[in-house]
C-alpha cells in the first residue's frame, strides 16, 4: 500500500522523505532493532512482538516499540498438496477428520509464530496435544515448496504462499478465519527513534493510511502502483482479480482512529487485548508486557 506515497505527493505535503526497503518479513524487527543502520521504522507482527519482547527488550535501554496498528493479517493458513487430505471446512474444524490428520500428518510451521498459536488451538480443540503432532520448524517461504514436495504433508502459509498453492493446485487445509485467529500487523521502532524523530513516525502512519484510503477507495483503479511493486518484488504475480481475493483476507482501516478502535480498545473487532492474553498463556510469557500505542489523537496532518 506504502508504494504510493509518490503517486500522491505525500513526501511534499508532511515534508519527510522516506526510503523503502524490502526484507523478508521476519527480518524486519531485527532490523529495526539494529544498532546499526538498519530500518528506523519496520512492519511487525504482534504476536512476533511479543514472542521476541523479552530478547528484544531485556535488559535495553533502547527497546522496540510497537507504537500503531496498520492492518489485521487474517488469512493465514496451512496447506497441501497431497490430494487424500481434504479442508477442514468440509469436515469440521473439531471432528474425528481433524483429530486423525493431526496425529497422521507431517505439520511444518515457523518457530514461535502465529502458525503454531493456531494449530495448538486447533489441536487443543480436538484434544490432541501438540507435543503429540509431528511437527517441523521452517521458513515461512520454504513451506509450499515442502508441502509440493511431500516433505511436508500441511505446510503453514502466508498471503502469498496460500495464493500460490491454489495457483499450483494445492489445497488450503485451513485457514486463520476458519478457525477464529488473527494478527495485528504494526508500526515499529525504537524508543530513541520515536524520542528523537517521532513527528516524523507520525507522519509516515498517517501516510501509510492516506495510501491505504487511495487504494480501498477503488481498489481496480487505483491499485496500479501497488500491483506493480509486487510485481517487481514478490514470488507471487498479481492479477487485479488475484490482488481482490488477497486483500481479502486482511483488514484494513482506512484511518488513524479508525485502526485505534477497531484493534486497541476492548470493544474492537481484533483487541489486541484478547490476542496478548492468548499469546501470554500459551507461550508462558511474562504478563509485564507493556503495550502503549500512540493515541489517535497523536496524529497531526499539515
Not at 487430505?85 to 514461535?112: C, H, M, W
Not at 488473527?182 to 509516515?204: C, N, P, Q, W
Request: glycine share 8%; hydrophobic share 40%.
Amino acid at each position: 500500500m506504502l508504494v504510493n506515497y509518490k503517486h500522491l505527493g505525500l513526501e511534499e505535503k508532511y515534508g519527510v522523505s522516506i526510503n523503502l526497503i524490502t526484507l523478508p518479513f521476519e527480518d524486519i524487527v531485527p532490523s529495526v532493532a539494529s544498532a546499526s543502520a538498519g530500518a528506523d521504522i519496520g512492519f511487525g507482527s504482534f504476536i512476533g512482538y511479543l514472542n521476541q519482547y523479552k530478547n528484544l527488550n531485556t535488559d535495553s535501554d533502547d527497546p522496540v516499540l510497537f507504537v500503531y496498528p496498520a492492518y489485521v493479517f487474517k488469512g493465514g493458513g496451512f496447506v497441501t498438496f497431497d490430494k487424500g487430505i481434504k479442508p477442514l471446512r468440509e469436515t469440521g474444524v473439531v471432528s474425528q477428520y481433524a483429530s486423525d490428520i493431526l496425529q497422521n500428518e507431517k505439520f511444518g510451521y515457523p518457530d514461535k509464530s502465529i502458525y503454531e498459536l493456531v494449530l495448538a488451538h486447533v489441536a487443543r480443540s480436538n484434544d490432541v496435544p501438540l507435543s503429540e503432532i509431528d511437527t517441523h520448524k521452517i521458513v515461512i517461504e520454504d513451506g509450499l515448496l515442502a508441502a509440493q514436495s511431500g516433505a511436508l504433508d500441511i505446510a503453514a502459509a502466508g498471503l502469498t504462499q496460500l495464493n500460490e498453492t491454489k495457483r499450483r493446485g494445492g489445497e488450503i487445509v485451513f485457514t486463520m478465519d476458519d478457525v477464529g485467529f488473527a494478527d495485528i500487523t504494526g508500526f515499529l521502532v525504537k524508543e530513541s527513534t520515536m524520542r528523537e524523530r517521532g513527528d516524523d513516525v507520525r507522519a509516515v502512519i498517517q501516510m501509510w493510511f492516506e495510501c491505504v484510503a487511495y487504494v480501498m477507495s477503488d481498489i481496480e483503479g487505483n491499485s496500479r502502483e501497488t500491483i506493480d511493486y509486487l510485481d517487481r518484488q514478490a514470488a507471487t504475480k498479481y492479477t487485479i482479480d488475484e490482488f481482490k481475493a488477497a486483500i481479502e483476507q486482511e483488514y484494513f482501516p482506512t484511518t488513524t482512529a479508525e485502526a485505534y478502535n477497531e484493534t486497541m480498545t476492548e470493544e474492537g473487532k481484533f483487541s489486541h487485548q484478547g490476542i496478548q492474553e492468548t499469546v501470554i498463556a500459551f507461550f508462558g510469557l511474562s504478563e509485564t508486557i507493556q503495550i502503549t500505542p500512540l493515541p489517535p489523537g497523536s496524529f497531526k496532518t499539515p
